[in-house]
Protein backbone atom coordinates (compact mmCIF):
# COMPACT_ATOMS: atom_id res chain seq x y z
CA UNK A 1 0.00 0.00 0.00
CA UNK A 2 1.32 3.41 -1.10
CA UNK A 3 1.49 6.01 1.54
CA UNK A 4 0.79 9.51 0.11
CA UNK A 5 4.07 12.02 1.48
CA UNK A 6 2.71 14.67 3.24
CA UNK A 7 2.22 17.56 2.03
CA UNK A 8 4.21 20.67 2.60
CA UNK A 9 2.88 24.18 2.23
CA UNK A 10 4.87 26.36 -0.51
CA UNK A 11 5.63 29.07 2.16
CA UNK A 12 7.73 26.59 4.15
CA UNK A 13 8.93 24.93 1.22
CA UNK A 14 10.55 27.95 -1.05
CA UNK A 15 11.17 29.88 2.27
CA UNK A 16 14.57 31.53 0.82
CA UNK A 17 17.65 29.98 2.47
CA UNK A 18 20.23 32.54 1.40
CA UNK A 19 19.97 36.30 0.86
CA UNK A 20 20.20 35.60 -3.19
CA UNK A 21 16.51 33.90 -3.21
CA UNK A 22 14.96 36.66 -0.92
CA UNK A 23 12.44 38.28 -3.47
CA UNK A 24 11.75 42.24 -3.90
CA UNK A 25 13.99 43.75 -1.08
CA UNK A 26 17.59 43.69 -2.80
CA UNK A 27 18.28 47.29 -1.08
CA UNK A 28 18.21 45.49 2.29
CA UNK A 29 19.85 42.27 1.16
CA UNK A 30 22.83 44.33 -0.32
CA UNK A 31 23.60 46.20 3.08
CA UNK A 32 23.31 43.59 5.01
CA UNK A 33 25.52 41.30 2.74
CA UNK A 34 28.37 44.24 2.79
CA UNK A 35 28.41 44.24 6.60
CA UNK A 36 28.73 41.05 6.68
CA UNK A 37 31.20 40.89 4.04
CA UNK A 38 33.39 43.68 5.53
CA UNK A 39 32.64 42.64 9.69
CA UNK A 40 31.10 46.32 10.01
CA UNK A 41 28.29 44.02 12.23
CA UNK A 42 26.34 46.43 14.55
CA UNK A 43 25.32 45.33 18.09
CA UNK A 44 20.95 45.32 17.08
CA UNK A 45 18.93 45.72 14.09
CA UNK A 46 15.08 46.34 13.16
CA UNK A 47 13.36 44.97 10.53
CA UNK A 48 10.52 46.38 9.95
CA UNK A 49 7.64 46.17 7.34
CA UNK A 50 3.81 44.39 6.58
CA UNK A 51 3.60 40.45 6.86
CA UNK A 52 5.53 37.94 4.59
CA UNK A 53 7.98 40.20 3.03
CA UNK A 54 10.79 38.24 5.15
CA UNK A 55 11.68 40.11 8.15
CA UNK A 56 12.14 36.93 10.17
CA UNK A 57 14.16 35.11 7.50
CA UNK A 58 16.07 37.81 6.54
CA UNK A 59 17.29 37.59 10.55
CA UNK A 60 17.73 34.06 10.42
CA UNK A 61 19.92 34.15 6.86
CA UNK A 62 21.91 36.99 8.98
CA UNK A 63 22.19 34.84 11.89
CA UNK A 64 23.68 32.11 9.52
CA UNK A 65 25.98 34.19 7.99
CA UNK A 66 27.46 35.45 11.41
CA UNK A 67 28.16 32.25 12.99
CA UNK A 68 28.90 29.81 9.76
CA UNK A 69 32.19 28.43 9.83
CA UNK A 70 33.28 30.02 6.84
CA UNK A 71 31.90 33.39 8.27
CA UNK A 72 30.96 35.82 8.82
CA UNK A 73 29.71 35.61 5.04
CA UNK A 74 27.17 37.17 3.50
CA UNK A 75 26.92 33.63 1.53
CA UNK A 76 26.59 31.26 4.49
CA UNK A 77 27.06 27.16 3.32
CA UNK A 78 23.90 25.49 4.86
CA UNK A 79 26.40 22.29 5.26
CA UNK A 80 28.23 23.22 8.98
CA UNK A 81 26.42 22.08 12.32
CA UNK A 82 26.12 25.93 12.76
CA UNK A 83 24.00 26.77 9.65
CA UNK A 84 21.98 23.35 10.35
CA UNK A 85 20.70 24.30 13.61
CA UNK A 86 19.99 27.84 12.97
CA UNK A 87 17.67 26.44 10.01
CA UNK A 88 16.09 23.83 12.19
CA UNK A 89 15.58 26.01 14.90
CA UNK A 90 17.83 23.99 17.58
CA UNK A 91 21.08 26.26 17.86
CA UNK A 92 21.84 27.24 21.51
CA UNK A 93 23.40 30.68 20.14
CA UNK A 94 20.72 31.59 18.26
CA UNK A 95 17.66 32.37 20.39
CA UNK A 96 14.50 33.25 18.29
CA UNK A 97 11.60 34.74 21.36
CA UNK A 98 8.52 35.79 20.76
CA UNK A 99 7.94 39.12 21.66
CA UNK A 100 3.88 38.93 21.93
CA UNK A 101 4.62 35.58 24.41
CA UNK A 102 7.47 36.98 26.65
CA UNK A 103 6.04 40.26 27.08
CA UNK A 104 7.10 40.80 31.11
CA UNK A 105 9.84 42.52 32.71
CA UNK A 106 11.56 39.70 34.45
CA UNK A 107 11.42 37.64 31.19
CA UNK A 108 13.51 40.46 29.42
CA UNK A 109 16.11 40.64 32.07
CA UNK A 110 16.67 37.08 31.87
CA UNK A 111 17.31 37.34 28.10
CA UNK A 112 19.76 40.53 29.39
CA UNK A 113 21.51 38.15 31.97
CA UNK A 114 22.12 35.02 29.60
CA UNK A 115 23.75 38.00 27.14
CA UNK A 116 26.00 38.73 29.39
CA UNK A 117 27.52 35.24 29.03
CA UNK A 118 30.04 34.10 26.02
CA UNK A 119 28.79 31.56 22.88
CA UNK A 120 28.64 28.06 23.95
CA UNK A 121 30.06 27.39 20.66
CA UNK A 122 29.60 29.80 17.86
CA UNK A 123 31.19 33.49 16.83
CA UNK A 124 27.95 35.39 18.24
CA UNK A 125 25.11 34.27 20.66
CA UNK A 126 22.17 35.90 18.28
CA UNK A 127 18.36 37.37 19.79
CA UNK A 128 16.06 37.21 17.09
CA UNK A 129 12.97 38.88 18.92
CA UNK A 130 10.18 38.86 16.93
CA UNK A 131 6.82 41.23 16.93
CA UNK A 132 8.89 43.15 19.34
CA UNK A 133 6.74 46.13 19.21
CA UNK A 134 4.57 43.44 21.64
CA UNK A 135 7.06 44.22 24.71
CA UNK A 136 5.79 46.01 27.52
CA UNK A 137 7.38 49.47 28.83
CA UNK A 138 9.29 47.59 31.84
CA UNK A 139 10.65 44.82 29.39
CA UNK A 140 12.05 47.92 26.56
CA UNK A 141 13.83 49.34 29.58
CA UNK A 142 15.17 46.50 30.55
CA UNK A 143 16.52 45.60 26.57
CA UNK A 144 17.74 49.53 26.38
CA UNK A 145 20.53 49.32 29.26
CA UNK A 146 22.01 45.89 27.18
CA UNK A 147 22.24 47.95 24.14
CA UNK A 148 23.48 50.75 25.76
CA UNK A 149 26.62 49.06 26.63
CA UNK A 150 26.60 45.86 24.47
CA UNK A 151 28.74 42.63 24.71
CA UNK A 152 30.61 42.61 21.68
CA UNK A 153 29.96 38.95 21.19
CA UNK A 154 26.02 39.80 20.91
CA UNK A 155 23.43 40.66 18.12
CA UNK A 156 20.02 41.78 18.40
CA UNK A 157 17.43 40.88 15.22
CA UNK A 158 14.32 42.82 16.53
CA UNK A 159 11.60 42.26 13.64
CA UNK A 160 8.41 44.11 14.17
CA UNK A 161 5.08 45.33 11.72
CA UNK A 162 4.74 48.20 13.92
CA UNK A 163 8.02 50.43 14.21
CA UNK A 164 6.08 53.33 15.82
CA UNK A 165 5.56 51.09 18.91
CA UNK A 166 9.11 50.50 19.24
CA UNK A 167 10.65 53.66 21.84
CA UNK A 168 12.68 56.09 20.26
CA UNK A 169 15.43 55.10 22.95
CA UNK A 170 15.72 51.78 20.69
CA UNK A 171 15.49 53.18 17.51
CA UNK A 172 18.45 55.55 17.73
CA UNK A 173 20.89 52.55 18.52
CA UNK A 174 19.91 50.22 16.27
CA UNK A 175 19.98 50.49 12.22
CA UNK A 176 16.45 50.31 10.96
CA UNK A 177 15.80 48.25 7.83
CA UNK A 178 12.26 48.70 5.91
CA UNK A 179 10.97 45.45 3.60
CA UNK A 180 8.82 47.38 1.43
CA UNK A 181 5.73 45.47 -0.49
CA UNK A 182 6.92 43.75 -3.29
CA UNK A 183 5.15 44.63 -6.52
CA UNK A 184 2.44 42.40 -7.95
CA UNK A 185 4.20 41.66 -11.57
CA UNK A 186 7.19 40.80 -9.35
CA UNK A 187 5.68 38.21 -7.31
CA UNK A 188 3.57 36.85 -10.72
CA UNK A 189 7.07 36.43 -12.23
CA UNK A 190 8.06 34.88 -8.91
CA UNK A 191 5.04 32.80 -8.83
CA UNK A 192 5.54 31.95 -12.23
CA UNK A 193 9.19 30.38 -11.16
CA UNK A 194 7.87 28.16 -8.54
CA UNK A 195 5.13 26.86 -10.86
CA UNK A 196 7.68 25.71 -13.22
CA UNK A 197 9.77 24.37 -10.96
CA UNK A 198 6.90 22.20 -9.31
CA UNK A 199 5.02 21.45 -12.59
CA UNK A 200 2.51 23.15 -12.14
CA UNK A 201 0.03 24.03 -15.09
CA UNK A 202 -1.41 27.83 -14.30
CA UNK A 203 -2.39 30.43 -17.25
CA UNK A 204 -0.19 33.57 -16.23
CA UNK A 205 -3.32 35.75 -15.75
CA UNK A 206 -4.44 33.75 -12.58
CA UNK A 207 -1.04 34.09 -11.23
CA UNK A 208 -1.35 38.13 -11.72
CA UNK A 209 -4.70 38.02 -10.18
CA UNK A 210 -2.67 35.46 -6.83
CA UNK A 211 0.30 38.31 -6.77
CA UNK A 212 -2.87 41.34 -6.35
CA UNK A 213 -4.27 39.24 -3.92
CA UNK A 214 -1.28 39.01 -2.19
CA UNK A 215 -1.06 42.93 -1.45
CA UNK A 216 2.77 42.65 -1.95
CA UNK A 217 3.19 40.00 0.69
CA UNK A 218 5.22 37.28 -1.23
CA UNK A 219 3.70 34.75 2.11
CA UNK A 220 0.48 35.55 1.79
CA UNK A 221 0.73 35.25 -2.41
CA UNK A 222 1.96 31.84 -1.73
CA UNK A 223 -0.56 31.06 0.64
CA UNK A 224 -3.35 31.70 -1.72
CA UNK A 225 -1.59 29.67 -4.59
CA UNK A 226 -1.68 26.92 -2.48
CA UNK A 227 -5.44 27.02 -1.57
CA UNK A 228 -6.41 27.65 -5.62
CA UNK A 229 -4.56 24.47 -6.72
CA UNK A 230 -6.14 22.49 -4.37
CA UNK A 231 -9.46 24.21 -5.24
CA UNK A 232 -8.47 23.80 -8.70
CA UNK A 233 -7.48 19.90 -8.93
CA UNK A 234 -5.88 20.45 -12.34
CA UNK A 235 -4.50 23.17 -14.59
CA UNK A 236 -5.02 27.01 -12.92
CA UNK A 237 -7.18 28.92 -15.21
CA UNK A 238 -8.12 32.90 -15.06
CA UNK A 239 -11.72 32.12 -14.38
CA UNK A 240 -11.14 29.62 -11.58
CA UNK A 241 -9.19 31.79 -9.80
CA UNK A 242 -11.41 34.39 -10.10
CA UNK A 243 -13.98 32.50 -8.85
CA UNK A 244 -12.40 30.98 -5.89
CA UNK A 245 -10.93 34.85 -4.71
CA UNK A 246 -14.10 36.70 -5.44
CA UNK A 247 -12.84 38.70 -8.04
CA UNK A 248 -13.24 40.31 -11.78
CA UNK A 249 -11.03 39.10 -13.98
CA UNK A 250 -9.05 40.98 -16.17
CA UNK A 251 -11.04 40.22 -19.41
CA UNK A 252 -14.67 41.39 -17.52
CA UNK A 253 -12.82 44.07 -16.12
CA UNK A 254 -11.74 45.77 -19.28
CA UNK A 255 -15.09 44.81 -20.74
CA UNK A 256 -16.53 47.19 -18.26
CA UNK A 257 -14.28 50.05 -19.08
CA UNK A 258 -15.54 50.02 -22.85
CA UNK A 259 -19.19 50.39 -22.02
CA UNK A 260 -18.17 53.27 -19.76
CA UNK A 261 -16.75 54.58 -22.62
CA UNK A 262 -19.22 54.33 -24.92
CA UNK A 263 -21.45 55.33 -22.34
CA UNK A 264 -23.48 51.77 -21.99
CA UNK A 265 -24.87 52.55 -18.66
CA UNK A 266 -27.05 49.21 -18.84
CA UNK A 267 -24.22 47.46 -19.44
CA UNK A 268 -22.57 49.06 -16.05
CA UNK A 269 -25.55 48.11 -14.19
CA UNK A 270 -25.84 44.45 -15.30
CA UNK A 271 -21.80 44.06 -14.57
CA UNK A 272 -22.95 44.95 -10.30
CA UNK A 273 -25.88 42.63 -10.49
CA UNK A 274 -23.24 39.70 -11.87
CA UNK A 275 -20.81 40.95 -9.41
CA UNK A 276 -24.02 40.30 -6.42
CA UNK A 277 -24.58 36.78 -7.74
CA UNK A 278 -20.92 35.67 -7.67
CA UNK A 279 -20.45 37.58 -3.90
CA UNK A 280 -17.64 39.58 -5.34
CA UNK A 281 -15.42 41.51 -3.32
CA UNK A 282 -16.81 45.52 -4.23
CA UNK A 283 -13.75 47.07 -2.96
CA UNK A 284 -11.00 44.51 -4.23
CA UNK A 285 -12.82 45.06 -7.73
CA UNK A 286 -12.16 49.22 -7.13
CA UNK A 287 -8.99 48.65 -6.81
CA UNK A 288 -8.44 46.23 -9.39
CA UNK A 289 -10.50 48.65 -11.72
CA UNK A 290 -8.51 51.90 -10.21
CA UNK A 291 -5.12 50.45 -11.08
CA UNK A 292 -6.30 49.43 -15.14
CA UNK A 293 -7.49 53.04 -15.36
CA UNK A 294 -3.99 54.46 -13.95
CA UNK A 295 -2.20 51.79 -16.41
CA UNK A 296 -4.46 53.11 -19.17
CA UNK A 297 -3.33 57.01 -17.93
CA UNK A 298 0.18 56.20 -18.21
CA UNK A 299 0.59 54.61 -21.38
CA UNK A 300 -2.24 57.87 -22.61
CA UNK A 301 1.09 59.73 -21.23
CA UNK A 302 3.36 57.74 -23.38
CA UNK A 303 5.02 55.35 -20.41
CA UNK A 304 6.52 51.66 -21.71
CA UNK A 305 4.22 49.18 -19.64
CA UNK A 306 5.50 45.98 -21.17
CA UNK A 307 2.88 44.09 -19.06
CA UNK A 308 -0.32 45.90 -20.03
CA UNK A 309 -2.73 43.94 -22.63
CA UNK A 310 -3.40 44.99 -25.67
CA UNK A 311 -7.08 45.57 -25.23
CA UNK A 312 -5.72 47.90 -22.38
CA UNK A 313 -3.71 49.87 -24.62
CA UNK A 314 -6.27 50.14 -27.69
CA UNK A 315 -8.89 51.80 -25.00
CA UNK A 316 -6.25 53.88 -23.86
CA UNK A 317 -5.49 55.10 -27.28
CA UNK A 318 -9.20 55.93 -27.97
CA UNK A 319 -9.76 57.79 -24.49
CA UNK A 320 -8.76 61.43 -24.08
CA UNK A 321 -6.56 61.92 -20.77
CA UNK A 322 -9.20 64.01 -19.11
CA UNK A 323 -11.76 61.42 -19.46
CA UNK A 324 -9.26 59.24 -18.14
CA UNK A 325 -8.09 61.17 -14.93
CA UNK A 326 -12.11 62.36 -14.36
CA UNK A 327 -13.39 58.36 -14.52
CA UNK A 328 -9.91 57.67 -11.68
CA UNK A 329 -10.94 60.64 -9.56
CA UNK A 330 -14.39 59.24 -8.97
CA UNK A 331 -13.41 55.82 -8.25
CA UNK A 332 -10.74 57.04 -5.85
CA UNK A 333 -13.80 59.18 -4.45
CA UNK A 334 -16.23 55.77 -4.31
CA UNK A 335 -13.50 53.74 -2.35
CA UNK A 336 -13.30 56.27 0.18
CA UNK A 337 -17.37 56.38 0.19
CA UNK A 338 -17.60 52.40 0.28
CA UNK A 339 -16.36 52.17 4.20
CA UNK A 340 -19.15 53.79 5.45
CA UNK A 341 -22.02 53.23 3.03
CA UNK A 342 -25.49 51.46 3.83
CA UNK A 343 -25.89 49.82 0.80
CA UNK A 344 -22.26 49.23 -1.05
CA UNK A 345 -23.64 47.57 -3.95
CA UNK A 346 -26.27 50.36 -4.26
CA UNK A 347 -23.51 53.14 -4.41
CA UNK A 348 -21.28 51.13 -6.67
CA UNK A 349 -24.17 50.67 -9.08
CA UNK A 350 -24.85 54.53 -8.71
CA UNK A 351 -21.07 55.58 -9.37
CA UNK A 352 -20.62 53.14 -12.37
CA UNK A 353 -23.97 54.42 -14.17
CA UNK A 354 -23.20 57.76 -13.63
CA UNK A 355 -19.41 56.86 -14.97
CA UNK A 356 -21.26 56.18 -18.31
CA UNK A 357 -23.73 59.39 -18.36
CA UNK A 358 -20.73 61.50 -17.98
CA UNK A 359 -20.31 63.66 -21.14
CA UNK A 360 -16.77 63.48 -23.18
CA UNK A 361 -14.19 66.24 -22.51
CA UNK A 362 -12.78 67.81 -25.41
CA UNK A 363 -8.85 68.68 -25.09
CA UNK A 364 -9.07 72.81 -24.40
CA UNK A 365 -6.61 72.92 -28.17
CA UNK A 366 -9.81 70.84 -29.92
CA UNK A 367 -11.95 73.46 -28.30
CA UNK A 368 -10.29 76.35 -29.88
CA UNK A 369 -9.24 75.08 -33.30
CA UNK A 370 -12.69 73.99 -33.86
CA UNK A 371 -13.79 78.11 -32.78
CA UNK A 372 -10.48 78.76 -34.87
CA UNK A 373 -12.48 77.04 -37.87
CA UNK A 374 -15.85 78.47 -37.78
CA UNK A 375 -16.83 82.16 -38.81
CA UNK A 376 -18.31 84.75 -36.67
CA UNK A 377 -21.73 84.24 -35.61
CA UNK A 378 -22.14 88.03 -35.27
CA UNK A 379 -23.08 89.41 -38.80
CA UNK A 380 -22.58 93.35 -40.17
CA UNK A 381 -24.67 96.10 -39.32
CA UNK A 382 -26.81 97.14 -41.93
CA UNK A 383 -27.28 100.64 -42.73
CA UNK A 384 -31.52 100.57 -43.18
CA UNK A 385 -31.44 99.79 -39.22
CA UNK A 386 -32.76 96.69 -39.65
CA UNK A 387 -32.04 94.89 -36.28
CA UNK A 388 -28.99 92.00 -36.08
CA UNK A 389 -30.76 89.98 -33.55
CA UNK A 390 -32.85 87.57 -36.03
CA UNK A 391 -29.24 87.08 -38.09
CA UNK A 392 -27.73 86.59 -34.93
CA UNK A 393 -30.25 83.94 -34.09
CA UNK A 394 -30.08 82.41 -37.71
CA UNK A 395 -26.40 82.05 -37.33
CA UNK A 396 -26.85 80.20 -33.98
CA UNK A 397 -29.54 78.00 -35.46
CA UNK A 398 -27.33 76.80 -38.27
CA UNK A 399 -24.13 76.01 -36.06
CA UNK A 400 -26.53 73.82 -34.05
CA UNK A 401 -27.44 71.94 -36.90
CA UNK A 402 -23.79 71.31 -38.31
CA UNK A 403 -21.44 69.29 -37.29
CA UNK A 404 -18.46 70.27 -34.37
CA UNK A 405 -18.78 72.40 -30.94
CA UNK A 406 -22.03 73.82 -30.19
CA UNK A 407 -22.40 77.16 -28.56
CA UNK A 408 -25.94 78.89 -27.00
CA UNK A 409 -25.91 82.06 -25.12
CA UNK A 410 -27.33 81.83 -21.89
CA UNK A 411 -29.29 85.46 -22.34
CA UNK A 412 -30.29 86.23 -25.81
CA UNK A 413 -29.37 89.78 -26.41
CA UNK A 414 -31.90 92.41 -27.17
CA UNK A 415 -30.92 95.46 -28.98
CA UNK A 416 -34.03 98.68 -29.69
CA UNK A 417 -33.61 100.52 -32.55
CA UNK A 418 -33.70 104.42 -32.55
CA UNK A 419 -36.87 105.07 -33.07
CA UNK A 420 -38.03 102.96 -30.03
CA UNK A 421 -35.69 104.36 -28.10
CA UNK A 422 -37.06 108.42 -29.24
CA UNK A 423 -40.70 107.13 -28.37
CA UNK A 424 -40.13 105.99 -25.01
CA UNK A 425 -37.81 108.97 -24.26
CA UNK A 426 -40.73 111.04 -25.46
CA UNK A 427 -43.00 108.95 -23.41
CA UNK A 428 -45.68 111.05 -20.83
CA UNK A 429 -45.63 108.06 -18.63
CA UNK A 430 -42.73 108.63 -17.18
CA UNK A 431 -44.05 112.05 -15.79
CA UNK A 432 -47.34 110.66 -15.20
CA UNK A 433 -45.63 107.72 -13.43
CA UNK A 434 -43.22 109.76 -10.74
CA UNK A 435 -46.17 111.91 -9.57
CA UNK A 436 -49.15 109.04 -9.20
CA UNK A 437 -46.01 107.30 -7.13
CA UNK A 438 -45.27 110.21 -5.08
CA UNK A 439 -48.65 110.43 -3.94
CA UNK A 440 -48.69 107.07 -2.98
CA UNK A 441 -45.48 106.74 -1.10
CA UNK A 442 -45.49 110.64 0.51
CA UNK A 443 -41.72 110.08 2.09
CA UNK A 444 -40.41 109.62 -1.15
CA UNK A 445 -41.77 111.83 -3.15
CA UNK A 446 -39.03 114.51 -3.34
CA UNK A 447 -36.78 111.52 -4.41
CA UNK A 448 -39.33 110.25 -7.20
CA UNK A 449 -39.62 113.86 -8.32
CA UNK A 450 -35.89 114.07 -9.16
CA UNK A 451 -35.38 110.53 -10.33
CA UNK A 452 -34.59 109.10 -13.83
CA UNK A 453 -37.57 106.47 -15.29
CA UNK A 454 -37.02 104.43 -17.97
CA UNK A 455 -38.11 101.17 -19.55
CA UNK A 456 -35.55 98.23 -21.18
CA UNK A 457 -36.66 96.33 -23.95
CA UNK A 458 -38.07 93.08 -21.45
CA UNK A 459 -40.62 95.49 -19.77
CA UNK A 460 -38.60 96.17 -16.64
CA UNK A 461 -39.26 99.92 -15.47
CA UNK A 462 -36.21 101.34 -14.06
CA UNK A 463 -36.29 104.12 -11.56
CA UNK A 464 -32.90 105.71 -11.16
CA UNK A 465 -33.02 107.96 -7.72
CA UNK A 466 -30.30 110.82 -7.14
CA UNK A 467 -26.91 109.26 -5.54
CA UNK A 468 -27.74 111.18 -1.97
CA UNK A 469 -31.21 109.87 -1.63
CA UNK A 470 -30.43 106.39 0.04
CA UNK A 471 -32.81 106.93 2.68
CA UNK A 472 -35.90 106.89 0.14
CA UNK A 473 -34.42 104.16 -1.67
CA UNK A 474 -34.19 101.76 1.09
CA UNK A 475 -38.25 103.55 1.93
CA UNK A 476 -38.78 102.16 -1.79
CA UNK A 477 -37.19 98.58 -1.29
CA UNK A 478 -39.85 97.47 1.34
CA UNK A 479 -43.02 95.07 0.15
CA UNK A 480 -45.44 97.72 0.92
CA UNK A 481 -43.75 100.57 -0.99
CA UNK A 482 -42.85 98.11 -3.87
CA UNK A 483 -46.34 97.05 -4.43
CA UNK A 484 -47.68 100.44 -4.73
CA UNK A 485 -45.19 101.45 -7.39
CA UNK A 486 -45.94 98.09 -9.06
CA UNK A 487 -49.97 99.26 -9.01
CA UNK A 488 -49.09 102.63 -10.38
CA UNK A 489 -46.49 101.35 -13.27
CA UNK A 490 -50.13 98.89 -13.84
CA UNK A 491 -52.64 101.61 -14.13
CA UNK A 492 -50.19 103.89 -16.71
CA UNK A 493 -50.17 100.76 -18.93
CA UNK A 494 -46.32 99.28 -17.89
CA UNK A 495 -46.20 95.93 -17.32
CA UNK A 496 -45.73 96.13 -12.92
CA UNK A 497 -42.34 95.04 -12.75
CA UNK A 498 -40.19 97.51 -11.17
CA UNK A 499 -36.21 97.83 -10.29
CA UNK A 500 -35.19 100.54 -8.08
CA UNK A 501 -31.62 101.98 -7.78
CA UNK A 502 -29.34 104.69 -7.24
CA UNK A 503 -28.05 106.88 -10.07
CA UNK A 504 -24.28 106.79 -10.09
CA UNK A 505 -22.73 110.08 -9.94
CA UNK A 506 -21.16 111.52 -12.95
CA UNK A 507 -16.98 111.92 -12.20
CA UNK A 508 -16.79 115.02 -14.93
CA UNK A 509 -19.32 117.27 -13.07
CA UNK A 510 -18.19 119.91 -10.27
CA UNK A 511 -19.94 119.74 -7.29
CA UNK A 512 -22.94 121.80 -6.59
CA UNK A 513 -22.97 124.30 -3.84
CA UNK A 514 -25.76 124.06 -1.29
CA UNK A 515 -28.79 126.48 -1.68
CA UNK A 516 -29.74 128.15 1.01
CA UNK A 517 -27.68 129.05 4.11
CA UNK A 518 -25.22 127.26 5.49
CA UNK A 519 -26.06 124.74 8.74
CA UNK A 520 -23.84 123.25 11.62
CA UNK A 521 -21.71 120.57 10.95
CA UNK A 522 -24.02 118.42 12.23
CA UNK A 523 -27.11 119.23 9.94
CA UNK A 524 -24.68 119.20 6.61
CA UNK A 525 -23.68 115.44 7.41
CA UNK A 526 -27.62 114.98 8.09
CA UNK A 527 -27.94 116.70 4.50
CA UNK A 528 -24.99 114.56 3.15
CA UNK A 529 -26.59 111.14 4.66
CA UNK A 530 -30.51 111.92 4.35
CA UNK A 531 -30.53 114.66 1.17
CA UNK A 532 -32.21 117.79 0.81
CA UNK A 533 -31.13 121.32 1.58
CA UNK A 534 -31.06 123.57 4.56
CA UNK A 535 -33.32 125.82 5.22
CA UNK A 536 -32.83 128.08 8.02
CA UNK A 537 -30.99 127.53 10.44
CA UNK A 538 -32.65 129.02 14.32
CA UNK A 539 -30.55 128.60 17.61
CA UNK A 540 -31.70 127.06 20.36
CA UNK A 541 -31.70 128.90 24.15
CA UNK A 542 -30.54 126.68 26.78
CA UNK A 543 -33.35 126.32 30.02
CA UNK A 544 -32.97 128.15 32.55
CA UNK A 545 -31.73 126.74 36.37
CA UNK A 546 -34.26 125.16 38.15
CA UNK A 547 -34.26 127.17 41.33
CA UNK A 548 -34.66 130.63 38.99
CA UNK A 549 -31.66 133.34 38.33
CA UNK A 550 -30.22 133.43 42.07
CA UNK A 551 -29.55 129.11 41.98
CA UNK A 552 -26.56 127.97 42.48
CA UNK A 553 -24.58 126.02 39.16
CA UNK A 554 -24.55 122.22 39.16
Known amino acids: MNERRPHQALARRYRPRSFSEMVGQESVVRTLSNALASGRIHPA ?104 EPPPHVVFLLATTEAHS ?75 TSDALGVVGQEALLGLLESIMVGDARAAA ?12 LDRFLGDLDEALRTAMRLKLGAEVPSAPGRLQALSSRASLEDLLRLTDLIASTRQRLKGAADPEALVELQLVKAAHLPNILPLDTILDALASKPPLSGSSSGNGETQAGESEREMEEAEEGEGLRFRALIPFKRMDEGEAASLEGDARFSAYKASAGLKVPLAASALKAADVSLDPDGVLHVALPDGARTAAALLAS ?23 LREPDPQAAPKE ?30 APAGGDDAEPE
Open 270 to 281: SFVDQMRERGQN
Open 45 to 148: YIFSGIRGVGKTTAARIFAKGLNCAAGPTPDPCSACPACEEIARGSCLDVLEIDGATHTKAEEARDLMQAARYMPARDRYKVFIIDEVHMLSKAAFNALLKTLE
Open 514 to 543: PEGPKGTPLADKVVRRLGGQVVGVRPVAPP
Open 166 to 240: IPETIHSRAQHFVFRRVPSARVARYLQEICRDGGIEAEPEALEIVARGGEGSVRDSLTLLDRLLAYADGPLTERE
Open 479 to 501: PESREALEKSARELGFPGRIVVE
